[in-house]
Structures are given as structure tokens and as C-alpha cells.
């Protein structure tokens, strides 16, 4: 299996996303003695919106952290945009528009909103040290190029009002918010989400699957999102990729998935 | 103006006004509005050819004279633009409150028979559609923001900017017509209806002519001296008369800026921003800004607390003689100035007041402590008295006329007259032409000599000629034993606590008066903070023994104030209770504008006024609540029902000796 499936595919809804833009193939992630994913295959096509769920230590962050370059797996291959992508570090999947934001919150606290999500635009700063030091020429043009795509976010997140505040004084929910504003910043191609909404109230978590929903109507986005909350994920999500024990026991959509008997055992157990 | 009565006579509708404006300070900023983090300006001209470019796609979409169009959404310029678009092409304008819930805008959509709506963004389409089986006019849904609207069927729905691009495309062809129907305009035509939200029954359609309009804007114009170079700021809710007048009426007389927020949320940011030399607020939100002052002033060090309490005392004594130019002390004008720059200049200038010539309060009483609070910093902050179907003013404060317990003369124009019951008539250029197909409510509420009926009991004081208003004729009744009961009266005394967020006064043919009670949840809930108080919700915090011996002092400090009162002395609250739920306009039980809506409280929650008379210690209820996005629960609660103590009438004087 080389080729690419470049099939369209018709989710339940009735929309149409596109073709096959990140494939996982055959993954196995080994820490020591411990196996964290074995053995795990699956595709992220172009405009969806992929959850992967499972229970606690299913190995849904270490795929995310795979994706974006934090760990490198023992076995297997990751395809993106139609090529095998070798070893790569953080910052160079970033480059190549895989965008994340974190499951306990990694904004820099003392810093305002605005700065925050400006850190977003980092890979799209190319002026030198000198012109940057002397905010002279490119860097002061860079600067307010950039300034309007922090800003276009900042409008499209509703977080106007908060724009010159430091995040440490934020509460828990506006946070989430605002690194969703840095990742998607940097204009990225896929966005890996990772509990997006864990620990919110209700109201927060609508709010947030409305940004969500925006996010990929609006810009396109692919977004690959882990969620513990079933409600959220069956609602939102085009397809699911459903994980236990670091192994793959569902993929599909999520009226499909809802049914797998092999789903219902990881969630609900199984008399022994 | 320096206008001769020439050309006074040619400027009688709201279009004639922006061409006026835009060719005699074409390059003076008309409108402002933050967006992506920078104010965005447009002159008079860029207004002018802006709200053009929507009239020829309106033209071209085939709105004929007197159809009404209806606009929803925050105050923003593209909002402003449709609704003088609409009545270039004779249209009428309907501006809605954006945050009424579906069946509101289903009823007002419906009564006007709106042909056109224009929506600001996602969140008003959805409320349209919604409701569109019940619509029988609607033609076309235009809407401002395209956010999450792509996948949405466009069979009748047009983004405002493809409006805009169809008229400036077809320009040619059209601008005769649009020219023709300018011309054939005069000041009776109709410039805008507005839905009043009524303390009683369905909302309705007050329909006012640009005669109205412009004669009101330019006679209040000229009383507070408004000039081009005035700034405000457009907040409050479109729909509101209030805001049609400033924004609008007196904007386009003046030529003044009008500048809209980024957000809702922004608002004080903003209003920090632009820093208005005329401004406008209803007195709550005077009393949320004194509330998070006074927060923030706990939380500062001793040393500035000092300052402040020490300079704000000072400035209580002279501050407000100093504003009406009555004779102070050299000693007492040389510390005044000090304290300006040391505490009232940067408090001043953290509220956005700085500029701040001429600012207005209207709607509902303000607590004196409040009123002085902003009048002792320097800023001229006046009472007026208005309503919808007045085109606002009916009496107003004069400059070194102001005081908290009076709305003012009658402002420039209108006449007043008190009925024998109490009832306060006027009679004024700005007065409705009709309620839209209501022809009973018109003649009922204003007389063949057009003289209208306020609703309002008042009386005008011998000495000064300030209008006093007591209450809502109609609240005005008699207890049981035949004395005067007029719960506005004291609910506005109740309110002044900062603790206390609503208050409704019961005791129409009764023994004895009983109370509702909203905490306001800032003020408690800091309170609660900073002395540790845990709570897990409002129903909670407002069941709270100390939170209940606190509203039950204040309670009886208001007794004691009203037992002073010879004539309103019967009124001192015996029972009360604190309700568990906030009064929300979204459950019918204030009106958009704040005010309770005392009959459909009295029916929601029967079986708690029952229990304020039948002498029971705890009630339990179930409440429906309607939440933001119209769905509805139900919310259960078990109250304590409290006694206060009341003064003995009589006993009062001798006490206070």
C-alpha cells in the first residue's frame, strides 16, 4: 500500500471531505519494556475533523506527540502530503503546518494575550537579528504583517477584550481558548488538539466546539482532536479512531463506531 | 447650527442631513469602530457613499416606499448605514434588540411585516430562521458578518456586502430613482418605528416622523450646546430610542462622531479609547463602574486607599458646589485641584471620563450617592425624563441646575401638564404620530390637542419648576388601612445598597408591605471572597444567614428613611425574601430596558408572595428558567422568608431627636 487514496469520502452529514493528507502506517512506540502503541494504522483526510478517544492510557497523546514530532516511533511510517516524512523535530513539523495545542496549558504566563498568540506567527518571522533588534526595514513590516493575522485570530475567537491581559490572570476555560488563538496563528494545515475541552463547564465546552466547528468551516482546517467527553466527540467529529490499550479497536464514523461491540467493551468493561 | 431658516426648511429628513454633512465636512470622521485592534474611520463622505451604495441595493432588491426593514444586531456603522439606506428608498426602519429571544423578534417581525431584515451576523440569522414559518412578508435576510454561514441554503439569504456591490453596480440605472425618492420626502414621512418594550402586554410599534426626530435632536442639541467636534459613544442597544437620537438624530444635526465598540466586552476599553465629551449611560451601569471602583479600591495598598478616601471626602463637600459654580472656599479650590491631580484626573481618566462635557442619565431613579460620586469628580452628569413615544426629552437638567431627586425642566418645546390624579401630560414637537396599526392605544394615549399621557405621577415643585416623579401611575395604589403606596419609591431606595442588584415591593390593597430581593451578585460574591464564604452557586450565596442579615438591615434602614415620610410611611417593608434567581428580561420579567414587570411577577411566583403573607419561615418553589439561546429549565429552591422591623409612625421624630 504506496498509493495515496484519493477518493473523496461523504461523511454522515452528507459533506464531502477530501483526499488522504497524513497516513500513520503500522506504528509501534516503545518506552523501555513499555509498548504504548502497537501496531496502529490509520489515514487523516484533507478538511475533517478526526477524533481519536479511548480510555485513560489508551496512548492517545503519544500518537498526538508522534504526529507532531515529540516522540518518534520505533516501527512504522508517517505519510504526509503524499511522501515519507523521515525523523523530524518539533519546530520543522510546525514548519510544515502541523500546528498543536496541549492538554495542561503551555501559554507563557506572564504574557499578555496578544504576545501569546503573536509566538504563533514564529515560524512565519524571517527578518535577522540585527533588523529585528533595530525594528528597522523587514522586521517592522514582518511585525505588522503578522500583527493583522494575530488580530484576524483574536476577532474570529472573540477574545478582544482580553487582549492586553496577562494570561496568568485568565481563568481556566479563556486559556484553552487562547492557545486554540496561538496554534491556529500560525496558519496551519492540520491542528492537533489534544482535550481541547477537558475540565470545562458546559457552556465552555459548546463554546469551544462552536470555535472548533468555525476553525474547520471557515479556514479548512484538518483538525485532529483527543476528547474524553463522548458527547462532544460524536457530535463534532467526522470520523473517530477509537483507541484501548495502545491498540486500534474502532475506525469510522461515529454512528459506526457508537455500535462496535469491541468500543462498547473498552467503555462500559466486560463480565469476566 | 448657523443654519438660516431657508435652508433649516430644506433639512427636514435624516438623508438631507448626510448630504448636508458630507458636503459641508465631507473629510470630518462621521463613524468609528474598532476592528482587528484599530479604530477604522469613515468620513461623512465615506458615509454618505456607503449607505448609497446600500440604497441602490436596496432599490435594486425592489424595496418600495413604506416597506419596513428591520436591523439587528450591536451598534455598529454598517447598522447605522442600512437604517438611513432604508429610508433614502422610503423605507421604513426597524431596529430590533438583538438580544431578544425568537418569539420577541417573531411578534415585532410579524406586526411590521418587515420585508427586508438585516442581521449582523450568524447568531440573528439563526434566530430569523428560527421563527421564518411565521413571517409571511419576508422577502430577503441580509446579513453583515459571513462567519459559519457558507454552508447555510442561500435562497433567501444575501451578505450586505453583495447588497452594497449590486446598487454600485447598477448604479447607473438606478440613482434616479433613488434621487426621486429623496426628493418626494418631507418631515411627515415616517423616519423610524421603534418597538417600545412595555412594562405591560406585547411591545408596541411607536412610529415617529423625521419632523420629530430632527426638531428633537435640534432643540437638544442647542440646550447642552453639542457641537461637530462631540464624540460618543454608540453602546446602547440600537433599538432604543435613546440611541436613535444620539447616534442618529443629533450625530447627523451636529455632525458629531459616533463610535461604536469592538465588542460588548470591549466597552470600557473603548470607552477609555475615544474618551467622550458626551455621554450617555442608564444609572446601572454608574452604579457597576462606583461598585468596581470601590472593589479595586479594597484591594489597593493603604496608602492609596488613604489617598483616595481622603480626596473623595473633599471632593463629596465641594466637588458638585465647584460644578454649578456656587462660592467655595480659595483653601478648598487649591486642595480640590490638588486632589484632581493626584486622584480625580487618573480615576477620571481610567473611566473614560476625561473629555466627558455633557453625560446623561435616564431610565430609572439614580441613588443619590451615586449621582454625587460622578458629580464630585467633575463631571457633569445630569437626570433627564423621557420616553419612546416623546422622542425622548420631556424635561432635562439645565447646566448648575442638577440634583439627584428631580429630572429637570421641560425640555426646549414641550409643555407639561399635571392631571388631577397626579398623572404627568405633555405636549412637544417630538410626540408619536401613531402606534403601527393600534389605532385604540394611540387615542387612548394621546388626546385630539396632543397632549400624551406618561404614565408617570409626578408634580412640579413651586419653587424651581423641576419635575419630580413619585411612580408608575398605575402602581400608585392604597394599602389596606387607605394610605399611599408607591413601591417605586421604595425599591429605588432599596436599590441604592450596593448589595442589592432589584428589588419589588408588594402591598396594593394589603395589611402591610413585603419585598423580592436580587443580590447583586459582584458585590456579594466579592464580599463572600474576601471573607472566606464558600459557595457553590448563586442560590446558595443568596440563602446565606449573613447575606440575609445584611439585606435585612438594609431593609430596615430604608424603614426608617421612609417612615419619615408622612405621606409614604405606610410603606415600610414588614417580610421579605431573597429570590434564588436573578430578574431576567429573557423570562419576561424585566422588559430589554431594565424594568420590572411587576404583573408577571406577581403570577410567576404566587406561591412565594403567598408565603410573605401567610406567615410561613421557608417556601419551597420551582422556577422555569429560560436560558441566552432560548431553551428552557427549570430550577427548584427552598427560601427563607424574613421579618424586618418597622418604625412606628410618629415615633420616628422622636427617635431621630
Known amino acids: 500500500m504506496t498509493e495515496l487514496n484519493h477518493e473523496p469520502f461523504v461523511t454522515a452529514d452528507g459533506r464531502t471531505i477530501g483526499p488522504t493528507v497524513l497516513e500513520m502506517r503500522n506504528i509501534t512506540l516503545r518506552f523501555g519494556g513499555v509498548t504504548a502503541i502497537k501496531d496502529i494504522s490509520f489515514d487523516i483526510r484533507e478538511g475533517e475533523i478526526r477524533a481519536i478517544i479511548g480510555p485513560n492510557g489508551a496512548g492517545k497523546s503519544s500518537m498526538l506527540n508522534i504526529i507532531s514530532g515529540f516522540y518518534t516511533p520505533q516501527e512504522g511510517e508517517i505519510w504526509y502530503k503524499g511522501a515519507k516524512r523521515p525523523p523530524v523535530k518539533p519546530y520543522e513539523v510546525a514548519r510544515q503546518g502541523i500546528a498543536r495545542t496541549f492538554q495542561n496549558i503551555a501559554l507563557f504566563e506572564g504574557m499578555t494575550v496578544l504576545d501569546n498568540v503573536m509566538t504563533g506567527r514564529l515560524t512565519h518571522m524571517h527578518a535577522g537579528l540585527l533588523s529585528q533588534a533595530l525594528w528597522w526595514g523587514k522586521a517592522q513590516r514582518e511585525e505588522i504583517e503578522n500583527r493583522e493575522v494575530v488580530e484576524k485570530v483574536i476577532d474570529f475567537l472573540e477574545i478582544q477584550n482580553i487582549r492586553k491581559t496577562p494570561v496568568g490572570r485568565l481563568p481556566y476555560g479563556l486559556k484553552k481558548r487562547v492557545e486554540l488563538a496561538r496554534a491556529l496563528a500560525a496558519d496551519p494545515k492540520i491542528l492537533l488538539l489534544d482535550e481541547p475541552m477537558a475540565g470545562m463547564n458546559v457552556e465552555e465546552k459548546e463554546d469551544m466546539c462552536r470555535f472548533i466547528l468555525d476553525v474547520n468551516d471557515e479556514f479548512g482546517t484538518t483538525i485532529v482532536l483527543i476528547e474524553h467527553d463522548m458527547g462532544v466527540v460524536m457530535d463534532i467529529s467526522d470520523r473517530v479512531v477509537v483507541m484501548d490499550y495502545g491498540r486500534k479497536i474502532g475506525d469510522g464514523p461515529p454512528d459506526e463506531v457508537r455500535r462496535n461491540q469491541d468500543v462498547i467493551d473498552a467503555y462500559l468493561g466486560v463480565p469476566h | ?657
Open chain 2, 1 to 657: 447650527m448657523g443654519e438660516t431658516a431657508a435652508a433649516s426648511a430644506a433639512l427636514d429628513t435624516i438623508p438631507r442631513l448626510l448630504a448636508r454633512n458630507a458636503r459641508g465636512m465631507g473629510g470630518k470622521p462621521a463613524y468609528r469602530e474598532k476592528e482587528f485592534g484599530i479604530w477604522q474611520t469613515w468620513t461623512w463622505a465615506d458615509t454618505q457613499a456607503e449607505v448609497e451604495a446600500l440604497a441602490l441595493g436596496f432599490l435594486h432588491m425592489g424595496a418600495a416606499p413604506g416597506d419596513h426593514i428591520a436591523i439587528i444586531g450591536r451598534n455598529r456603522p454598517y447598522l447605522y448605514w442600512a437604517m438611513v439606506a432604508a429610508q433614502s428608498v422610503g423605507a421604513i426602519p426597524v431596529p430590533l434588540y438583538q438580544d431578544a429571544v425568537g418569539e420577541e423578534i417573531a411578534y415585532v417581525l410579524d406586526h411590521c411585516g418587515a420585508r427586508f431584515i438585516v442581521a449582523a451576523d450568524q447568531e440573528q440569522v439563526d434566530k430569523v430562521i428560527d421563527v421564518q414559518a411565521q413571517l409571511h412578508g419576508l422577502d430577503r435576510l441580509i446579513y453583515l458578518d459571513p462567519r459559519g454561514m457558507r454552508k447555510y441554503d442561500h435562497g433567501k439569504l444575501t451578505p450586505y456586502a453583495d447588497v452594497q456591490a449590486a446598487g454600485r453596480a447598477k448604479a447607473d440605472a438606478l440613482r434616479g430613482e433613488l434621487q426621486a425618492r429623496l426628493d418626494a420626502q418631507t418631515g411627515a414621512d415616517t423616519c423610524v418605528m421603534l418597538y417600545t418594550s412595555g412594562t405591560t402586554g406585547k411591545p408596541k410599534g411607536v412610529v415617529l416622523s423625521h419632523a420629530n426626530i430632527i426638531e428633537t435632536s435640534k432643540n437638544s442639541s442647542e440646550f447642552d450646546r453639542l457641537r461637530a467636534e462631540d464624540e460618543v459613544l454608540a453602546y446602547l442597544p440600537m433599538a432604543w430610542v435613546g440611541d436613535f437620537i444620539f447616534s442618529i438624530g443629533q450625530a447627523y444635526w451636529t455632525g458629531f462622531c459616533v463610535n461604536c465598540p469592538e465588542s460588548p466586552d470591549t466597552m470600557m476599553t473603548d470607552l477609555r479609547e475615544i474618551g467622550p465629551s458626551y455621554y450617555f449611560a442608564p444609572p446601572r451601569i454608574f452604579e457597576t463602574q462606583l461598585t468596581n471602583i470601590m472593589i479595586r479600591m479594597e484591594d489597593a495598598g493603604r496608602f492609596k486607599k488613604r489617598m483616595f478616601d481622603h480626596f473623595m471626602g473633599l471632593a463629596r463637600r465641594v466637588g458638585p458646589a465647584i460644578l454649578d459654580d456656587k462660592p467655595v472656599s480659595g483653601l478648598d479650590r487649591l486642595r480640590y485641584r490638588l486632589g484632581e491631580v493626584l486622584v480625580y484626573g487618573p480615576l477620571k481618566n481610567a473611566l473614560g471620563f476625561t473629555r466627558v462635557r455633557v453625560g446623561y442619565t435616564a431610565g430609572e431613579a439614580i441613588g443619590p450617592e451615586i449621582f454625587d460620586f460622578y458629580r464630585a469628580l467633575g463631571i457633569n452628569l445630569k437626570q433627564l425624563y423621557g420616553q419612546t413615544e416623546a422622542s425622548v426629552f420631556i424635561t432635562q437638567q439645565p447646566d448648575h441646575e442638577v440634583r439627584p431627586d428631580t429630572v429637570g425642566v421641560p425640555s426646549p418645546g414641550v409643555e407639561i401638564r399635571i392631571a388631577e390624579n397626579g398623572e404627568v401630560f405633555y405636549r412637544s414637537p417630538g410626540v408619536f404620530q401613531s402606534y403601527y396599526k393600534n389605532p385604540e392605544s394611540t387615542a387612548s394615549t394621546k388626546d385630539a390637542e396632543g397632549w400624551v399621557a406618561t404614565g408617570d405621577a409626578g408634580f412640579i415643585e413651586p419653587d424651581t419648576g423641576h419635575l419630580r416623579i413619585i411612580d408608575r401611575a398605575k402602581d400608585v395604589g392604597k394599602m389596606a388601612d387607605g394610605s399611599l403606596f408607591a413601591p417605586k419609591y421604595v425599591e429605588n431606595k432599596l436599590k441604592f445598597f450596593p448589595n442589592i442588584l432589584e428589588a419589588v415591593v408588594f402591598g396594593n390593597a394589603k395589611d402591610y408591605c413585603t419585598a423580592f430581593i436580587n443580590i447583586d451578585l459582584t458585590a456579594v460574591g466579592n464580599w463572600a471572597e474576601r471573607n472566606n464564604i464558600a459557595y457553590a452557586s448563586y442560590q446558595e450565596l443568596s440563602q446565606h444567614p449573613q447575606v440575609l442579615a445584611q439585606i435585612k438591615a438594609h431593609i430596615e434602614e430604608v424603614n426608617g428613611s421612609v417612615a419619615g415620610d408622612d405621606m409614604l410611611s405606610g410603606c415600610q417593608i414588614r417580610r421579605f425574601l431573597v429570590l434564588h434567581k436573578e430578574l431576567d428580561a429573557d423570562d419576561g420579567e424585566l422588559t430589554r430596558t431594565r424594568k420590572v414587570r411587576r404583573r408577571i411577577i406577581e403570577e410567576k411566583y404566587h406561591d412565594l408572595l403567598t408565603a410573605l403573607y401567610d406567615g410561613s419561615g421557608q417556601v419551597t418553589t420551582e422556577t422555569e428558567v429560560t436560558y441566552e439561546d432560548g431553551r428552557k429549565g427549570r430550577i427548584r429552591a427552598t427560601l427563607n422568608v424574613l421579618d424586618a422591623a418597622v418604625v412606628p409612625v410618629g415615633a420616628q421624630r422622636m427617635e431621630a431627636e
